[in-house]
């Protein structure tokens, strides 16, 4: 990643390749909903454009914006290294010093990423498509515009709402137990929060055979758990599953290495996680519980088998 080869055969070879990508993705009902409900949550932010771009987007990449781009991220000043094993850290310091010492490059200032302003409420409540496909899949989502600062304010939101949807949707759920008995979900069902300075979203949802039944059932579901709330007991056992899985991640080297990066570059730290979920209380979550998932911060898209 530190020296970069831009010819016009090789990004014509790999543009094909991307291209064939993009038209295989479309074939994949699961991917297809969530597109279509991202585009239906926001309207201007680009979260609800596919990461991988499109046919046309690609076929307009040339040496030139590759180049700018490389320039502009792949930088040292922009990079981070995780190290994990038996190793000597003062010399893998040492190490990659050199290494990047060596390379020449000049001092860069600080990226300036810009973001189109996104309203609060929702582009469209509901969407419905169709495409060949062997059942027919829900998504729901429910969005917010972040209110924590960046870091570990937004590491202990992220938290608080692992522990609500959990409360919600998680398998030992009133709610997941009942949908799950009348055979209105199976095990591709899911649920999760993300979030990041400039967007969050809820998305829940998987396969179906009856997509509007689910939908009521769902939001009926999350309106009864609204009015009932979190109790302080419940509360505690989910606090304690939380760290019971946190620490059984550190079985996993690449684990512990994925998450110190991921923790790294949103600007928190990885092991604020035990003081920040003793920190929760039932109340906030309570709160986050009837704030997120007010009725006016949902839409919905359904995709049914073609004919």
């Known amino acids: 990643v530190l020296e970069p080869y831009f010819s016009p055969a090789n990004i014509e070879k790999e543009r094909g390749i991307i291209e064939q990508e993009l038209l295989m993705y479309d074939d994949m009902p699961d991917?297809?909903?969530?597109?279509?409900?991202?585009?239906?949550?926001?309207?201007?932010?680009?979260?609800?454009?596919?990461?991988?771009?499109?046919?046309?987007?690609?076929?307009?990449?040339?040496?030139?914006?590759?180049?700018a781009c490389y320039d502009t991220f792949y930088h040292p000043e922009n990079m981070s290294l995780?190290?994990?094993?038996?190793?000597?850290?003062?010399?893998?310091?040492?190490?990659?010093?050199?290494?990047?010492?060596?390379?020449?490059?000049?001092k860069r200032g600080a990226i300036e990423r810009i973001f189109p302003a996104e309203p609060p409420q929702v582009r469209e409540r509901r969407v419905e498509i169709e495409m060949t496909a062997s059942r027919p899949r829900l998504a729901l989502g429910f969005k917010e515009l972040p209110e924590a600062a960046p870091g570990r304010g937004q590491l202990r939101e992220r938290l608080l709402m692992g522990l609500v949807l959990r409360s919600l949707f998680g398998r030992s759920s009133p709610l997941y137990s009942a949908l799950y008995e009348d055979g209105l979900i199976d095990d591709s069902f899911y649920s999760y929060?993300?979030?990041?300075?400039?967007?969050?979203?809820?998305?829940?949802?998987?396969?179906?055979?009856?997509?509007?039944?689910?939908?009521?059932?769902?939001?009926?579901?999350?309106?009864?758990?609204v009015d009932r709330g979190i109790d302080a007991d419940?509360?505690?056992?989910?606090?304690?599953?939380?760290?019971?899985?946190?620490?059984?991640?550190?079985?996993?080297?690449?684990?512990?290495?994925?998450?110190?990066?991921?923790?790294?570059?949103?600007?928190?730290?990885?092991?604020d996680t035990f003081e920040l979920v003793e920190s929760l209380t039932v109340e906030e979550a309570n709160d986050r519980l009837q704030r997120h998932f007010a009725s006016e911060n949902f839409s919905v898209a359904i995709l049914r088998p073609k004919g």
């Open 193 to 225: 929060y993300e979030s990041s300075p400039t967007y969050g979203h809820t998305l829940v949802g998987g396969e179906t055979d009856d997509p509007d039944k689910l939908l009521d059932r769902l939001q009926s579901g999350i309106a009864e758990h």
């Open 234 to 271: 419940e509360f505690e056992r989910l606090r304690r599953a939380y760290l019971g899985r946190f620490l059984d991640n550190f079985n996993s080297l690449e684990q512990v290495a994925a998450s110190f990066l991921s923790h790294h570059v949103r600007g928190s730290w990885l092991f």
């Open 82 to 106: 995780v190290v994990l094993g038996d190793v000597e850290p003062v010399r893998v310091i040492e190490q990659v010093a050199e290494n990047v010492d060596r390379r020449g490059f000049a």
């Open 31 to 67: 991917r297809r909903v969530i597109l279509a409900l991202l585009e239906a949550l926001y309207h201007e932010h680009p979260v609800r454009v596919d990461i991988g771009g499109t046919v046309q987007s690609i076929r307009e990449v040339t040496a030139e914006l590759l180049t």
